[in-house]
């Protein structure tokens, strides 16, 4: 019989490593995932960790089952994981596309995973112990790069991996590292393998489908997003804060950020006009103006129609979406050139720091950010944000903000009402209908004379007959407002009333 080679214990604590690196990436793909498809991702967040974690218990538990053939187990284990985990983005966008059984399918990957990767340290931890004396100091070390692994995944996901690859390509990489530290060991520790031959060649199949599907990624990518949107997609890219997608359809350009639509070519006049329009007839001055949000630049758009503006300050975190809308042929021609005029100064910062520190005074300030559907978007539409907000402003400033539909999304829309309230003397919702979205909603504020002016711009929806609708609500579209609740930073109520409404929206 020929003799067992050494054990390699470094290469075994590499692997440790890794496969730590790769289990935190799935983790966390799956939930960032599930919050991109259903939305409300605290619930996504708590429900994959809480059955990630106990699924990995299972898989623990049912290690010590395994007693023997150590090497040809992990082997094996880590190849199930590597296809299960490398697949898994795939598998549920195909879910959300053709099936109802989304959750489901969630769970059962979840699961399956989780068991596979409670098994791996069990397996990895007997497998030095039985040849190797010091089990004390292997032990400690194994779980010391199973930690360093996990601060390295939940590092690489954010930072590199999503931003530069997206969901589909990141989890076909992490899948490939699997298969790589099975490689590693099946080569290294061949005399410990009892099945040695067969175990090769399924190791070196699955490494090289996934290397394949590695390589066909981006494609892949463009095929899954094509069944996301009606359209066809014109432009496509994945931010540090979203994804970015257009699309195109006759004359009809649409853009959605981590697919939800922001505006339509088709009407985005409408929101845009009642959103820029109407704060500023009620403003007795409006020399300086701020925006949070609006990086598309149409808000921007309707600002520059008012001659005596002289200075407009727009405040967006993502860089890659202004210096798209500045430079894209489409969207600049939408909005007129609006971001390259002289009179805007662009600020690529977190909206809420920048209200924070800004000392400048402004005499209106527009508030155009997404819906409040996660608790990053959620303290900006918070009590204390607002309080902010009211510093930011000159003594007969106005403020307004977009505030979802007082139709689809009633308790959120008058939650904001309320919210509001809290810091101004005065709070006056409004509403139209923008045929892309429905009914859509906002509330203008501020603390000095509540004096209309006359509309003197040129707009394609708003006239001077039709603006007292705006302010006009039905009977479907009203709440007690002693019922609702504020939103504030430490009782976010305002994304509970949200996620339940879009569930039926």
């Not at 007082?406 to 919210?419: E, V």
């Not at 101004?424 to 203008?444: A, C, D, K, R, S």
């Amino acid at each position: 019989m020929k003799e067992n080679k050494k054990l390699d214990t470094k290469l075994l604590l590499t692997t440790t490593l890794f496969i730590s690196i790769c289990s935190i990436i799935y983790e966390l793909i799956i939930s960032s995932i599930s919050s991109y498809l259903q939305g409300d991702s605290i619930t996504q967040f708590s429900i994959t960790i809480g059955l990630y974690m106990s699924a990995m218990g299972i898989g623990s538990y049912l290690s010590k089952f395994i007693k023997e053939r150590l090497f040809d187990t992990f082997i094996l284990i880590e190849i199930s994981v590597g296809i299960l985990g490398g697949f898994s983005s795939l598998i549920l966008f195909l879910a959300n596309i053709y099936t109802n059984l989304y959750s489901l399918i969630m769970y059962l990957l979840i699961l399956l995973i989780g068991i596979l990767v409670g098994l791996e340290i069990p397996i990895l931890t007997r497998m030095i112990e039985q040849h190797q004396s010091n089990v004390r100091k292997n032990l400690a070390n194994i779980f010391t790069f199973d930690y360093i692994g996990g601060l390295i995944g939940s590092i690489m996901f954010p930072m590199i991996l999503f931003p530069k690859l997206g969901f589909i390509t990141t989890t076909f990489l992490v899948g490939s590292i699997n298969l790589v530290a099975a490689l590693f060991i099946l080569f290294r520790h061949k005399t410990y393998i009892k099945h040695y031959n067969i175990i090769k060649k399924i190791t070196l199949v699955c490494f090289i489908t996934i290397i394949i599907f590695l390589l066909a990624g981006e494609m892949i990518t463009q095929k899954i997003e094509g069944g996301l949107y009606r359209d066809d997609i014109i432009l496509s890219e994945q931010t540090s804060y979203q994804k970015i997608v257009m699309t195109k359809h006759k004359n009809d350009i649409r853009l959605f950020l981590d697919g939800n639509l922001q505006f339509s070519t088709s009407d985005e006049y409408r929101y845009h006009e009642a959103l820029v329009h109407i704060p500023m007839i009620y403003a007795p001055t409006h020399q300086k103006v701020l925006i949070l949000g609006g990086g598309d630049g149409l808000a921007v758009r309707e600002l520059l129609k008012y001659e005596k503006i002289e200075k407009i300050v727009l405040v967006d975190i993502d860089k890659q979406m202004t210096d798209l809308c500045a430079n894209n042929v489409e969207i600049s021609k939408l909005n007129e050139n609006a971001l390259k005029n002289e009179k805007v100064t662009i600020i690529n910062q977190d909206a809420y720091l920048f209200v924070q520190e800004n000392e400048e005074k402004f005499d209106v300030i527009i508030i155009d950010f997404p819906d409040p559907n996660n608790e990053s978007l959620n303290k900006l539409y918070t009590n204390v944000f607002y309080n902010y907000i009211k510093a930011n402003m000159t003594e007969n400033g106005v403020m307004v903000c977009q505030s979802t539909s007082p139709y689809y999304a009633k308790k959120s829309f008058w939650c904001i009402h309320k919210t509001i309230q809290t810091q101004f003397n005065q709070v006056i919702p409004y509403h139209l209908q923008v045929p892309t979205f429905g009914e859509w909603g906002f509330n203008l504020a501020f603390n000095g004379e509540n004096k209309r002016q006359e509309l003197e711009v040129q707009t394609q929806y708003l006239t001077k007959q039709n603006i007292d609708s705006l302010f006009s609500f039905g009977k479907d579209e009203m709440t007690e407002l002693d019922k609702i609740e504020i939103n504030d930073m430490f009782r976010p109520t305002l994304i509970t009333y949200y996620n339940k409404e879009v569930e039926n929206w």
